[in-house]
């Protein structure tokens, strides 16, 4: 078995990997399933007892949520019909449904808490998306909303152009996801996303994790990329509010009007 084609126990991927969206399982991909699956961890104690999540995926953020209280409604919805049907199969506790995040085919007020990760920067119409969000949850609900921070995910790139991912439509910063919230909601928190300690100490030896990945397919990393990649976890990243501006992905939660 190649390094591209290992997978964790227990695991065994049935969505493709595009770059796209993030799958649980691929020994490569770890480094951003434990970036995005430590939010999740933050918000299983933090959210109330109905909860959507827009934006979905492949569907192992929602079923997180569930798992941290059983007797939790969650429900998921995705616009890709590939990812809605592979969620439905494989989390079958879930409430899995496929519609467009600007017009959710949901009574208003049927959520107290709207979960969004990772997904306001592939949306054409943001604040329609967070207009929807507010109506379908409910007065004093909860919206919490992760992105990746454009100031540190694409330097260079000015509020307003093409973000350097292609399967982005817009980058954000805190100030402007602050801003976009605020038409719907009190922000009542703003925090940020940080490599841990043992990522930091890699970084302080080897350089930039980010840029290591990338910079050619996982075939080809050396042993000490590899190593860490295939044994990173949750633990490994930290959030909070400190230099927000200079974190990897930006979460804000918001309290409806």
């Not at 992105?147 to 509020?159: A, D, H, I, Y």
């Not at 080897?206 to 075939?219: M, N």
Request: hydrophobic share 40%; aromatic share 8%; proline share 6%.
């Amino acid at each position: 078995m190649t390094g591209d084609e290992r997978v964790f126990a227990g695991h065994s991927p049935a969505l493709t990997l595009t770059g796209e969206r993030t799958l649980p399982g691929i020994w490569h991909e770890n480094y951003w399933f434990r970036r995005h699956e430590v939010v999740y961890r933050w918000l299983v104690d933090r959210v109330g007892p109905r909860v959507l999540e827009a934006g979905s995926g492949e569907g192992y953020g929602a079923q997180a949520l569930l798992d941290g209280a059983p007797d939790r409604r969650v429900v998921a919805v995705d616009y890709d019909d590939a990812a809605a049907r592979h969620s439905n199969r494989r989390y079958p506790d879930l409430g899995v449904v496929r519609g467009n995040l600007v017009g959710l085919p949901f009574r208003a007020e049927s959520f107290d808490t709207v979960v969004s990760l990772q997904t306001v920067e592939h949306l054409w119409d943001q604040p329609g998306f967070v207009a929807e969000c507010a109506r379908v949850c409910r007065r004093g609900g909860q919206f919490v909303v992760s992105t990746p921070n454009r100031l540190t995910f694409s330097p260079g790139v000015r509020r307003g152009e093409k973000p350097l991912n292609p399967f982005h439509v817009n980058e954000l910063d805190a100030e402007e996801l602050v801003d976009l919230l605020g038409s719907a909601f009190d922000v009542a928190a703003v925090l940020g996303v940080r490599h841990g300690p043992r990522i930091t100490a890699w970084e302080a030896e080897h350089g930039d994790l980010v840029a290591a990945q990338l910079a050619g397919p996982p075939a080809g990393w050396a042993a000490p990329l590899t190593d860490l990649v295939a044994a990173l976890t949750a633990d490994d990243f930290l959030i909070g509010p400190d230099d927000v501006d200079g974190s990897l992905d930006l979460l804000v939660e918001g309290c409806r009007r």
